[in-house]
């Protein structure tokens, strides 16, 4: 455990902001307003290790998984991947890189190139790696073997595909140059029930085999609990709790998380009816006009005057929240809480 | 899905007699018209015919067995001097629509994907360019450069560009949010290869479209400036100053009707085509 914490993190994000202009006035010097997409969110992941980010729609989540591939500039922070700052770096330099670095989407219709078939597409994305003919062909032939998919498919198109087969496709794309770091923006969200769970279990097989790091972003609480060893939860571009998977669904200590967690139903109808449920009012806030102080005061139970004078920081232990008035931390959670080093699951 | 997909819509285009198949009768229509003319175009001088150019009985006869459509009023043959305009409005307008798609497209795409001040200096001048009725430009700019067809035809790219410029600009700028597109990038994609490869295959529809129908409409605009002397000079049997040697001619109408009906074939014809294709590929809504 200790030497695991000697590792650098493969993939390190430093207080990382993201702004939009919006609109503009009427000589187009000035953007009218600026939309706060993603403000000052830090997180590591090891290699191998699973980060997910959850939060409702509009808080933030892909904006910061764009901004973590340079699909976006951030606004402020940096990205460290593998202990280098890729924030600063232009498009030629970035090209190497982005070998390390790679994303799946969520709609795997529009995400893959319509007029191409799979062996192109696949094709496409091994350009990185310059092989030859006959290696990029095996490639190809080994990528679609390793998201189970028959061999037949590599001479299709797209639109001849079932949406959990293009989505194995995307995936099959994200891992062929080998990357340390894999951002999934929704990976199973546009998929039939029935289908999420196969490709879930492909994602976490092809994890063990070839040691990669995900950032999981999600808005369904199940399956982030599901495949990822540690969880950052969002709200209005913020993280305001973090910690491992089994900490934060256990032991929830932001009034959000609990409210989240509360609105999951449990397969028990006697448990279902005994407990609690934290309904959340209003809506979420417009991040072009965030509150003051907190930003999640305006809907909390436990909003007092110092939430909305002061914002609240992020803690910096292992299982951190960003209130003032937060649940203590579980037992063995303090326990466990060293500052700023990487809790990582048992199969470390 | 699977037949408005792209890839099935290049496969149909290779395919010409499976797509000519899925036409509507109108489009059949419009595609026969246009074969006719483009053979005349090609095989025209070899035809049995007599010279357009030579007085071939007496002047203004009325349509007969030997004249099918009458003689001018200098007794040139009609029916001949209206195939052989094919030869000249036809190929001024296939060029005039292939320049204004090249060079259209091109800066639209440009302006689409790179933005910033490229795009704002790209779209002003197709605004300004747009901003005037296309005949008053054309006009000016054939008188400018003087009489005849190669010059008309300058002129009228000069009014046309700006069309494919903004229907491909505004492709690009749909294509380009995708997410393959970004999928491209993260790939290590460079901006060119990002747009030739990964945008540009998937913009082109539109502009096909509408290039089948302003066909017609540039073989219009080609006769217009003819009428008005700013195209094609006399001798020259092409349709729009024929008419206008006809205008003159009032009651002799066999001399107008031959060009006229030409233009109203080719500009109908491409109507129907236009609208055929706009059915097969650009059919909107659910998939």
């Given amino acids: 455990m200790s030497l695991h914490n000697l590792t650098p993190p493969v993939l390190d994000v430093r207080n990382l902001s993201k702004v939009f202009p919006i609109g503009s006035n009427l000589l187009g010097t000035k953007p009218a307003q600026m939309l706060q997409a993603v403000s000052d969110v830090s997180f590591r992941v090891a290699q191998g290790e699973t980060f997910g980010l959850v939060g409702e729609s509009g808080c933030g989540k892909s904006t910061l998984g764009r901004c973590i591939l340079r699909l976006i500039d951030p606004t402020q922070g940096e990205v460290l991947l593998a202990g280098t700052d890729i924030t600063h770096l232009n498009a030629a330099e970035m090209r190497p890189l982005r070998q390390d670095l790679q994303i799946v989407f969520q709609d795997p219709m529009s995400s893959l190139h319509p007029g191409m078939t799979i062996r192109r597409i696949l094709a496409e994305g091994l350009r990185l790696l310059k092989l030859d003919a006959q290696t990029e062909a095996a490639r190809i032939a080994e990528l679609i073997s390793l998201v189970q998919l028959p061999a037949d498919v590599a001479d299709r198109y797209p639109h001849e595909l079932s949406g959990g087969q293009r989505q194995r496709i995307g995936i099959a794309r994200a891992i062929s140059v080998n990357p340390k770091v894999i951002v999934l923006d929704e990976p199973v969200s546009a998929l039939d029930v029935s289908i999420q769970a196969g490709l879930l279990n492909l994602l976490r097989s092809l994890q063990e085999r070839l040691n990669i790091a995900y950032v999981f972003i999600a808005h369904d609480l199940s399956v982030v609990r599901y495949v990822s060893d540690r969880i950052g939860v969002m709200y209005l571009g913020r993280i305001v709790e973090t910690g491992r998977a089994s900490d934060l669904f256990d032991n929830p200590r932001h009034p959000y998380t609990q409210a989240l967690l509360s609105a999951i139903p449990l397969a028990d109808p006697r448990a279902e009816r005994k407990r609690a449920r934290t309904v959340l009012e209003g809506d979420l806030p417009s991040p072009l006009n965030p509150p003051s102080g907190c930003s999640f005061r305006t809907r909390c139970p436990r909003a007092r005057p110092l939430c909305a004078a002061e914002r609240p920081l992020l803690e910096d232990t292992a299982h951190a929240v960003a209130c003032h008035f937060p649940d203590p931390a579980g037992t063995e959670a303090t326990a466990r809480a060293t500052p700023s080093t990487l809790q990582t699951g048992e199969g470390a | ?287």
Wanted: charged letters at 10%; a positive charge.
């Fill in chain 2, 1 to 287: 899905m699977a037949s408005t997909s792209p890839r099935a819509r290049m496969r149909a285009l290779s395919s010409g007699r499976a797509l000519f198949g899925r036409l509507p009768l109108t489009g059949k229509i419009g595609v026969l018209i246009l074969l006719f003319w483009a053979i005349t175009v090609v095989s025209v001088q070899f035809w049995p015919l007599v010279d357009p150019l030579m007085m071939a009985g007496r002047r203004l006869q009325p349509p007969s067995g030997a004249h099918w459509l009458g003689t001018d009023a200098l007794g040139r043959d009609v029916f001949s001097r209206t195939l052989h305009g094919a030869a000249y409005t036809i190929p001024v307008a296939v060029m005039v629509v292939v320049f204004a798609v090249v060079i259209g497209s091109a800066l639209g795409a440009i302006a689409g994907y790179f933005g910033g001040w490229f795009d704002a200096v790209i779209m002003r001048t197709a605004d300004v360019t747009l901003s005037f009725p296309p005949i008053l430009l054309a006009m000016t700019v054939a008188a400018a450069l003087g009489p005849g067809l190669p010059n008309a035809g300058l002129a009228m790219i000069i009014v046309w560009w700006p069309i494919y410029a903004r229907l491909m600009r505004a492709q690009v700028l749909e294509v380009r949010t995708r997410e393959h597109v970004e999928a491209a990038i993260a790939g290590g994609a460079g901006r060119g290869r990002v747009l030739v490869v990964h945008i540009l295959p998937l913009c082109w529809t539109p502009t096909l479209i509408n290039a089948t129908m302003d066909f017609g409409q540039v073989a219009l605009l080609a006769a217009s400036l003819s009428f008005i002397g700013l195209g094609a000079v006399p001798p020259s049997p092409e349709w729009g100053s024929m008419i206008s040697e006809g205008a003159s001619k009032f009651y002799s109408w066999w001399i107008a009707f031959g060009p006229g009906m030409a233009i109203l074939s080719v500009v109908l014809a491409t109507s129907f085509l236009g609208d055929g294709l706009r059915d097969i590929f650009d059919r909107r809504g659910p998939q």
